[in-house]
């Protein structure tokens, strides 16, 4: 398949004031756009300028949730060229998200390529100021104009891009995070593994009361159990005990995170001992109560390394390191975006230069 454009006769105005991009706000001029149907495969690949989709009301993914997505950055280096991180790792996953909810494969090295040629296109959109970068989101979804439930035949997947700052409004400030008794997230089994719009939705009601009370973000619990921690649902999370980086191990219902994933390397390679394992809130109490929980930070492409200040337990507030970022999740945070800006060689082979 050939990939081709499409021009926009007028661009539109990209933001001056960096310090308000906020997140997932403000999008481009173009986005790529692949389609299939039954008869012909992939037939359709082209970047076009941005603008809404046309769908039938009986399209499946509106009925029946066939979606999955992806959440990768482009970030802007001193000196003016285009860094991505793991991009390969981000498409492999949404190969392997769609095949868990039957959607059809695709070419990852194709689509890979046609994202380079769209960030290429949109680089004075990336963002200059620091904590700033492009953020991309490919998504897929099933189109068929049919309200039984089957697999789709029709697709759509399309990247669309967004310069932002800080995921979270209050930046690199610690969140306080609400640990989810009642309500789960997913369960083994089902697809919380994977990156389905569907686990999103799933985790609305018990973020929206989490809100109401006045914490930013909810912490899942298992969903057998309710003892054993998850993930934050925007990030995985880490706990550092005596010295060690703790993380619960993938299982089956966490999302197995890149940006996780590169911290283990990452501390490892700084000689913090890391184990992935099972870990219960009523450990990370008694730690807090004996003094050894010395930090906690979640992890994500958008969260990026994200400071946790305070776990609120049932009725117990658990205070981490006084509700100030801690040593090492500095240094992590500053490690990971330094790698990933270009101000660190990046003995991993984890950037690609666009
Ligand atoms: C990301 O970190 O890119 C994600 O997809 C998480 C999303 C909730 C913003």
């Known amino acids: 398949m050939e990939l081709k454009f499409v021009k926009r006769d007028v661009l539109k105005e990209k933001p001056t004031d960096e ?14 756009m692949m389609k299939r149907d039954g008869e012909r495969g992939w037939y359709s690949a082209q970047i076009e300028p941005y603008g809404d989709l046309q769908l039938s009301p009986a399209a499946l993914v509106l009925h029946y949730a066939q979606e999955v997505f992806e959440g990768m950055k482009a970030y802007k280096t001193d000196d003016g060229r285009v860094l991505m991180f793991r991009p390969w790792d981000n498409i492999k996953r949404l190969a ?5 909810i039957c959607m059809a494969p695709f070419d990852q090295e194709f689509v890979l390529n046609s994202l380079y040629e769209l960030i290429k296109m949109e680089k004075d959109w990336i963002p200059t100021s620091p904590g700033t970068s492009l953020y991309i989101r490919p998504t ?3 189109v068929d104009p049919f309200v039984g439930v089957q697999p789709a035949k029709e697709y759509l997947l399309y990247v669309i891009l967004s310069p932002v700052g800080a995921y979270y409004a209050s930046g690199l400030s610690p969140v306080q995070i609400y640990v989810e008794s009642k309500y789960v997230r997913a369960v083994k089994g089902g697809t919380g593994h994977h990156k389905t719009g569907g686990n999103y939705a799933a985790s609305l009601l018990a973020g929206e009361k989490a809100h109401e009370k006045g914490y930013d973000q909810v912490l899942w619990l298992d ?8 993930e934050v649902g925007s990030m995985n999370i880490f706990f550092k005990i005596k010295g060690e980086l703790v993380t619960p191990m993938l299982a ?13 390397e990452l501390a490892k390679d700084m000689g913090i001992p890391v184990t992935e394992r099972r870990i219960s809130m009523e450990e990370i109490y008694e730690a807090s109560l004996d003094g050894s929980l010395e930090e906690v930070f979640g992890s ?5 390394v994200s400071p946790v200040g305070e776990l609120i337990w049932e009725d117990k507030h658990i205070i981490v390191n006084g509700g100030k970022m801690g040593e090492t999740t500095q240094k992590l945070y ?8 270009g101000r660190i060689p990046d003995k991993f082979g984890w950037t690609v230069e666009v």
């Open 252 to 264: 089956g219902s966490i999302l197995p995170g890149i940006t996780r994933a590169s911290i283990i």
């Open 19 to 32: 310090t308000k991009l906020g997140f997932g706000r403000i999008f481009t001029d173009y986005m790529l």
């Open 300 to 304: 994500g492409t958008a969260a990026v």
């Open 140 to 142: 897929y979804i099933g």
């Open 223 to 230: 969903g057998k159990e309710n003892k054993y921690v998850e």
């Open 96 to 100: 392997t998200s769609a095949e868990r």
């Open 334 to 341: 500053d490690t990971l975006t330094g790698i990933q800006y």
